[in-house]
């Protein structure tokens, strides 16, 4: 069983950067494709963005795309996602999952293991 913990969320305004983290509980996280996860309240979970197991290939929503970037250490077994340029609308509880080996990056039931969260909160 892997587990996943989140965490660097918080309040900030608009405009400013928060880096959340998501550490795994075991080194097999390091074979897998990871996904970061957004959920407003009242909205459905939606994609944020992914990386490939080496770090090798990242894909984000068009929604966030310029302003957040994901990586990667699997030395530490722990994947980020850097926020930059933070609007109102990014506030929401965020997730990492592990992706699957089958499956569309956008889909949440192409990933295992999720976590319980962390939440950003971006007031204007």
């Known amino acids: 069983q892997v587990h996943m913990v989140e965490s660097g969320g918080g309040s900030v305004q608009a405009g400013g950067s928060l880096r959340l983290s998501c550490a795994a509980s075991t080194r097999t996280f390091s074979n897998h494709d990871m996904g970061w996860f957004r959920q407003a309240p009242g909205t459905e979970r939606e994609f944020v963005g992914g990386i490939s197991w080496n770090g090798a290939g990242t894909y984000y929503a068009d929604s966030v795309k310029g302003r957040f970037t994901i990586s990667r250490d699997n030395t530490k077994i722990t994947v980020y996602l850097q926020m930059n340029s933070l609007k109102p609308e990014d506030t929401a509880l965020y997730y990492c999952?592990?992706?699957?080996?089958?499956?569309?990056?956008?889909?949440?039931?192409?990933?295992?293991?999720w976590g319980q969260g962390t939440q950003v909160t971006v007031s204007s």
């Open positions: 999952a592990v992706k699957r080996y089958f499956g569309t990056w956008e889909q949440e039931s192409s990933y295992d293991y």
